[in-house]
């Protein structure tokens, strides 16, 4: 079956670049979409199609996908960015998730 | 307001049966795939199953076949999951999510991205 690797954790300081690298077998071939969920909430979409943002999603976010690693970048973090952060993609019909990642703005 | 509540989640016995819920609101639900994805405690997000617009086509992950089952009915716009012979490892929080089809200045594509979720239910599997 198909697997997205996330790395359990990142820390980055308020105002800096936080990256988010989500990491499966020939990956820029399959859109991927990001996720945000804070502690006791719903996931929200941040990233569709490798790198679009929906409606009401700060510009600070932005996504990239190509050969097996997609990214999410966070230019200028914030401390409400802090969260849970999940990549998915579609493979045969069913949707993988990675194992998420913590964020952490310190 | 595009709106996803779900209900129906409760604590069962293993072995037992549970029917969640999830009505839709503010968007013509018969146009949208529909899926579940659960999440148990402290652990990550997993999908489900998903359902085409007219119900016609259903997929759903290798460890729910054969016990859970899909369905909606447009005219209630409501998404369903029957969920039989449940063991503790099915306990988690149930959110039902819209998928939006990818776009290109050409063509759509499902399966697209879940926009919109619930706020979840909770299912607890326990003796």
């Known amino acids: 079956s198909y697997e997205l690797t996330q790395p359990p954790s990142v820390s980055v300081s308020p105002g800096q670049t936080a990256t988010i690298t989500c990491s499966g077998d020939k990956l820029g071939d399959r859109y991927v979409c990001w996720f945000q969920q804070k502690p006791g909430q719903s996931p929200v979409l941040v990233i569709f199609?490798?790198?679009k943002r929906p409606s009401g999603v700060p510009e600070r976010f932005s996504g990239s996908n190509s050969g097996n690693t997609a990214t999410l970048t966070i230019s200028g973090t914030q401390a409400m960015d802090e969260a849970d952060y999940y990549c998915q993609a579609w493979d045969s019909g069913t949707a993988v998730f990675g194992g998420g990642t913590r964020l952490t703005v310190l | 307001e595009v709106q996803l509540v779900e209900s129906g989640g409760d604590w069962v016995q293993p072995g037992g049966s549970l029917r969640l819920s999830c009505a839709a609101s503010g968007f013509m639900f018969s146009d949208y795939w529909m899926s579940w994805v659960r999440q148990a405690p402290g652990k990550g997000l997993e999908w489900v199953a998903n359902i085409k617009e007219d119900g016609s086509e259903k997929n759903d992950v290798d460890s729910v076949k054969g016990r859970f089952t899909i369905s909606r009915d447009n005219a209630k716009n409501s998404l369903y999951l029957q969920m039989d012979s449940l063991s503790a490892e099915d306990t988690a929080v149930y959110f039902c999510a819209r998928e939006k089809a990818y776009c290109t200045s050409t063509s759509c594509y499902l399966p697209g991205a879940f926009d919109i979720w619930g706020q979840g239910t909770l299912v607890t599997v326990s003796s």
């Open positions: 199609q490798d790198n």
